[in-house]
T-cell receptor, first 114, second 115 residues
Framework: GNSVTQMEGPVTLSEEAFLTINCTYT??????LFWYVQYPGEGLQLLLK?????DKGSNKGFEATYRKETTSFHLEKGSVQVSDSAVYFC?????????????FGQGTELSVKP | KAGVTQTPRYLIKTRGQQVTLSCSPI?????VSWYQQTPGQGLQFLFE???????NKGNFPGRFSGRQFSNSRSEMNVSTLELGDSALYLC??????????????FGPGTRLTVT
C-alpha cells in the first residue's frame, strides 16, 4: 500500500541554520505530494505542494522537489527562524478517486533556538 | 474566503456515550475528509464525503460514521465511546476537480477527551 516515511525528530537547530527534513514515499501511479505544518494547538496548514516529477514547491522560504527516481520529497529552508518551530508532516494523495485521502508521515518536530 | 470551521473545539465525554462533531468547509469545496490525530498513531484517515456520498473510508470500526449535507457541511458521529477515542479530530475540505492537486485545507480540530 501507499506510505510515507519521514525522518524522526525532534530536530533542534539554531536560528539561521539550514534545515532539511527527509521524506520518502511508496505509491502506485503518480501521487501528489504535500508538506503541512502544525503549530501547537492548531490544525494543519498547507505549506507547499508538487503534483508531478521534478516539480518544485515553495512557500515562505521552504522548498521541496518531487524526485520520482528516488521517491523523495525533502523539505529544505536556507535560514530557519524561531517562528518556524512546529511539527512538519509530509503527505501524499494517490489518484483522482482517492484524492480525498491523504496519507501522512509520522511528523517531524522542529525546534529553533535563538 | 473563510476557512474550515469545526465545532465544538473541545469536548469531554464519558465512556459509552456518543458524540457528534461538525465541520463547515470552505465555500465552494465539495469534498470533506475527516482524520483522527493521536500521539501514538499519528494522523489517520477516517472517511471522505463528496456530494453527500461517502467516497473513501479508512480502517476504523463501524462506531465511527459520518454524513454530508447538501450545503457540503459534514458531521461525524462516534457511538459507544472508548477511552482510546480520545484524540484531535480534524476536518479538511478540498476543491475537487480534474485540474486540482487534491490539496486539503484543514480546520482547527475538535479535541475530544473520553473519561
Amino acid at each position: 500500500g501507499n506510505s510515507v516515511t519521514q525522518m524522526e525528530g525532534p530536530v533542534t537547530l539554531s536560528e539561521e541554520a539550514f534545515l532539511t527534513i527527509n521524506c520518502t514515499y511508496t505509491a502506485t501511479g503518480y501521487p501528489s505530494l504535500f508538506w503541512y505544518v502544525q503549530y501547537p494547538g492548531e490544525g494543519l496548514q498547507l505549506l507547499l505542494k508538487a503534483t508531478k516529477a521534478d516539480d518544485k514547491g515553495s512557500n515562505k522560504g521552504f522548498e521541496a522537489t518531487y524526485r520520482k527516481e528516488t521517491t523523495s520529497f525533502h523539505l529544505e529552508k536556507g535560514s530557519v527562524q524561531v517562528s518556524d518551530s512546529a511539527v512538519y508532516f509530509c503527505a501524499l494523495s494517490s489518484s483522482y478517486n482517492q484524492g480525498g485521502k491523504l496519507i501522512f508521515g509520522q511528523g517531524t518536530e522542529l525546534s529553533v533556538k535563538p | 474566503k473563510a476557512g474550515v470551521t469545526q465545532t465544538p473545539r473541545y469536548l469531554i465525554k464519558t465512556r459509552g456515550q456518543q458524540v457528534t462533531l461538525s465541520c463547515s468547509p470552505i465555500s465552494g469545496h465539495r469534498s470533506v475528509s475527516w482524520y483522527q490525530q493521536t500521539p501514538g498513531q499519528g494522523l489517520q484517515f477516517l472517511f471522505e464525503y463528496f456530494s453527500e456520498t461517502q467516497r473513501n473510508k479508512g480502517n476504523f470500526p463501524g462506531r465511527f460514521s459520518g454524513r454530508q449535507f447538501s450545503n457540503s457541511r459534514s458531521e461525524m458521529n462516534v457511538s459507544t465511546l472508548e477511552l482510546g477515542d480520545s484524540a484531535l479530530y480534524l476536518c479538511a475540505s478540498s476543491p475537487v476537480g480534474r485540474r486540482t492537486s487534491y490539496e486539503q485545507y484543514f480546520g482547527p480540530g475538535t479535541r475530544l477527551t473520553v473519561t
